[in-house]
């Protein structure tokens, strides 16, 4: 068994032909599995099962009236310096009638009421003062919601404004928008806007679209016909004289798409030149380069290859996977090639030995990448345990593609290797190269700081180790977690890109910004909250804890408060009494209700359910009456600033439930829900990812390392020592997230386990190549200096692809991107420099007090001895990598 290694290389290399053909064929089928990737930006797919979740499917399904959920709202708002001139309000009309005549746009909307704006409102309105009742037969607020209907056309409405004078239009304006006028009225206009005044710098028109795949499943139930008509209304917004701000799900969904695409395209070329400058600095050797680059598109095509076999949709996490698979194959290629070229200038009889040479080089490399892998995708898969659809997969997909890159770069590329090679060598020419970092260059200074450090005072290097540890894990219980839908809208792209030839310039990007201002002045359609509330809604005393909520609500920091300072809430309450301002026959049985007179109903409640359901049927939207006819429930609905952060929404809008529930004594069963609480609920998902993954990444690799090391040979501390500097730079980096301000979001949630994934690759080969040098070379200082030269070499060309890799996601259009790949880069250093500064610390430590004896020169009795210069290796050639 202890021969297996060997043997597996000697087969590997003995039978290259055979490997070409095998891998090459496994590579064709992946291939075809390739080609059956589909893509995703679907922000919903990030939710987890909860009661909020739960509770929304509910309400969906039992108060929204049919053909409510297959309607989306698009935002048009007019910016100016008074938006609520005539001449101003006429023109947003005018807009109205193109917005109309366009097929392609109209065609989408819905049938009644497809379009409310101030201009209809301020004109049914003035309709109502000549006529006393509508067009339609409706008035108070019903006639607002009349703007598209076929009776009162809009050039009737524009005519209408267009009669009155400048002083009957003011007093009309005055009236409506008064504190106590229209309601919906004041809904258009921004939270700034002082009730009855007649100017205004901005006003929101809303647009009511149909989509045929519903809006429950969010953006994805937009389509292509949906999504192409609210792009073309922004356009014909944009060609007015007027400013408009045109926002909806189609359009972001748009913008997240296109930066999805504009950033793969920008940063995956980009990743591979770097790669190619950074490979020809190590390698300098074009032959060597081609390999190398051949083997990271083997790589990608198997893993693209596997998620297409597995059906796995590639998200916006998924665009991080080909940069690392390109880091971690480039780490496992220069590991493969430095050390065959070690060996290959170790002959002394001038013979070339191609083969043998590469047979020595992953028998000694080969068990060290095999726990590299295993390590790595035991930190990927830890993923596994998060609630969250996309990190699982983002978890699967990277496991994978390491193991593929194991396989490909393990057994294809040295395969090719040694056939090219060989064939090259016998027709005459030379192709020993040096290894990077030894034969005394600039790099080997450098590089052997660590084992200096390690000779002269090893227990000061592990102490302030450990006290940035310290420092780094108290910032690590400071960072914030975040997931809001500005983490994945696209700022403008730096002015240098528009100067990209195509396909690489990116496109204009504007909905994080129109979200920014739509969110500071107005209340951002469709995201609201919901109090479900169940179990004996019938009891009069259940409205009187409804009207104690609202109030409740009304002082919460979430709530959006409309211009008359009352909060924008829809309520069972709220519907009967806008009911009984427009049906008298409603109004008496209301009052009659109403035995106290404070305003709620405290008898006949069933009854007057019935009765406010028939004369109003949109009063299903709050109360559901089932199909036997019985009251299962009540929805209190709440308008919500956009610029509040989710955790707030869900902390106040549970403690508001939590409060309904107590009041009633366990009576009522009340949930919260709604986006904001889903996404809040997300968060913490990815929180707790972070916390599980990070231990279960801890445990699972501190026993594979324990076994391994135990089974050839080692102790099992050595595992805990290996693992230490790992867990040194965690800390490190979740303190440097803390310093400069990044949150857990999406794709940062992952960084615990992936900065073990990847740092135990550097630490692995260290201690591997250490306790290697150690039974060869039988001094610790020899074999520690041989170590941080060679294998330090490697590794310090391997960290360098693997930052710069990482490192040009910062010029992703995705923001989450962009901080991803910036975290990630400092993960990548800190993981070097703990391999190559505190590792050899600790090896020396482990060595004196728990690795074997006897390796310690005469004169270094303790640890830290004499300084001593560097001891060259016992055979008196160059010193191994």
């Known amino acids: 068994m202890t021969n297996l290694p060997e043997r597996l290389a000697e087969a590997l290399v003995d039978h290259s032909k055979v490997v070409i053909v095998i891998m090459l064929l496994v590579t064709a089928g992946m291939a075809v599995g390739a080609g059956q990737v589909d893509d995703e930006s679907d922000l919903d797919q990030f939710e987890t099962g909860s009661d909020a979740r739960a509770a929304q499917e509910y309400i969906q399904q039992n108060f929204e009236a049919e053909g409510q959920q297959d309607v989306t709202v698009i935002q048009v708002i007019q910016r100016g310096d008074n938006v609520l001139a005539r001449e101003s309000v006429i023109r947003s009309l005018e807009l109205q009638q193109q917005i109309m005549e366009r097929e392609e746009i109209a065609g989408t909307l819905t049938e009644e009421t497809p379009i409310l704006g101030i201009g209809n409102v301020l004109a049914q309105a003035q309709i109502q003062r000549q006529y006393g009742e509508d067009a339609d037969g409706k008035d108070g607020e019903d006639a607002a919601r009349s703007g598209g209907s076929q009776e009162i056309t809009i050039q009737d409405q524009i005519d209408v404004l267009s009669a009155m004078n400048e002083q009957e239009y003011e007093a009309l304006v005055q009236e409506v928008l008064s504190e106590d006028g229209n309601r919906r009225a004041l809904a258009l206009m921004p939270s700034s806007y002082e009730p009855g005044s007649t100017t205004a710098k901005a006003h929101n028109m809303i647009i009511t679209q149909r989509t045929e795949g519903g809006t429950p499943e969010g953006p994805e139930g937009l389509g292509e016909q949906e999504t192409t008509a609210q792009l073309e209304l922004r356009e014909l917004a944009n060609q007015e004289d007027d400013r408009y701000t045109v926002f909806g799900t189609g359009i972001i969904t748009d913008e997240i798409d296109r930066s999805f695409s504009d950033s793969f395209t920008i940063v995956g070329p980009l990743a591979l030149l770097f790669v190619v400058v950074a490979l020809t600095v190590a390698y300098r050797d074009l032959l060597d380069i081609v390999l190398g680059v051949v083997g990271i598109l083997v790589v990608l095509l198997w893993t693209f290859g596997f998620m297409g076999w597995a059906g796995i949709t590639f998200n916006q996490l998924l665009i991080s996977v080909p940069v690392l698979l390109i880091g971690l194959s480039i780490d496992y290629a220069i590991h493969v090639f430095m050390r065959h070229r070690e060996h290959r200038n170790e002959e002394t009889d001038g013979t070339p030995d191609v083969r043998g040479s590469m047979k020595t080089a992953l028998f000694g490399v080969g068990v060290a990448l095999v726990w590299v892998t295993a390590t790595a995708a035991i930190g990927f898969l830890a993923n596994l345990v ?9 978890g699967l997909t990277s496991a994978f593609g390491i193991t593929a890159a194991l396989f490909v770069f393990g057994a294809l590329i040295p395969a090719l ?34 084992a200096k450090a390690a000779r002269r005072a090893p227990l000061v290097v592990i102490a302030l180790a450990l006290l940035l540890s310290l420092g780094g894990a108290y910032g690590a219980t400071q960072v914030d977690t975040t997931f809001q839908q500005e983490d994945f809208l696209a700022e403008s792209p730096p002015a240098w890109m528009d100067n990209l030839p195509e396909p690489f310039a990116p496109g204009t990007y504007q909905a994080k910004d129109d979200l920014a201002f739509v969110q500071a002045n107005f209340q951002q359609q469709g995201q609201d909250a919901s109090l479900l509330i169940q179990e004996d809604v019938t009891d009069p005393q259940t409205l009187v804890w409804v009207q104690d909520a ?34 008298d026959e409603f109004a008496a049985a209301y009052q009659q209700a109403d035995t106290d007179g404070d305003g709620i109903p405290d008898q006949n409640v069933e009854a007057l359910y019935d009765q406010l359901l028939t004369v109003n049927p949109e009063a299903s939207n709050v109360i559901y009456r089932n199909e036997a006819g019985e009251y299962e429930a009540l929805r209190m609905q709440i308008g919500l600033k956009g610029d509040v952060l989710a955790a707030t929404v869900a902390d106040e809008m549970r403690d508001v439930a939590a409060s309904v529930e107590a009041d009633s004594g366990g009576q009522l069963a009340v949930v919260a829900t709604g986006d904001p609480i889903i996404s809040s609920d997300v968060e913490d998902a990815l929180f707790d990812t972070v916390i599980q993954s990070l231990l279960i990444t801890l445990v699972a690799v501190f026993l594979f390392l324990a076994v391994a090391y135990r089974l050839t040979g080692d102790t099992a501390s050595l595992g805990v020592v290996t693992l230490l500097p790992v867990l040194f730079s965690v800390t490190w980096i979740l303190g440097t997230m803390y310093l400069i301000g990044m949150p857990f979001n999406a794709l940062t949630g992952t960084i615990a386990a992936l900065t073990i994934g990847l740092g135990i690759a550097y630490s692995i080969h260290i201690s591997s190549r250490y306790t290697l040098e150690l039974e060869r070379q039988g001094d610790v200082w020899a074999a520690m200096d041989t170590t941080v030269t060679g294998t330090g070499g490697a590794l310090l060309g391997s960290a360098a692809t693997t930052v710069g890799g990482f490192g040009t996601l910062a010029l992703a259009i995705l923001p989450v991107l962009q901080q991803f790949g910036i975290i990630t880069g400092l993960t990548i250093i800190y993981a070097f420099l703990a391999s190559v500064l505190v590792l050899p610390s600790m090896l020396v430590v482990w060595t004196r007090y728990l690795g074997p004896s006897g390796y310690f020169p005469p004169a270094d009795e303790e640890v830290g001895g004499p300084d001593a210069t560097e001891t060259p290796a016992p055979d008196g050639g160059p010193r191994d990598e």
Not at 386 to 394: E, N
Not at 431 to 449: D, E, H, Q
Request: glycine share 12%.
């Open 386 to 394: 998060s609630p969250i659809g996309p990190l699982q997969d983002f």
């Open 550 to 583: 609202t109030e409740r609500i009304g002082s919460t920091e979430s709530a959006f408060i409309l211009p008359n300072d009352r909060p924008d809430m829809q309520t069972p309450l709220t519907v009967m009494q806008q009911t009984a301002r427009s049906n």
């Open 417 to 450: 290797k040694v056939e090219i090679d060989g064939f090259l060598e016998a027709r005459g020419i030379d192709r020993r190269k040096r290894a990077f970092g030894t034969g005394g260059s600039a790099f080997s200074g450098v590089l052997s700081t660590g």
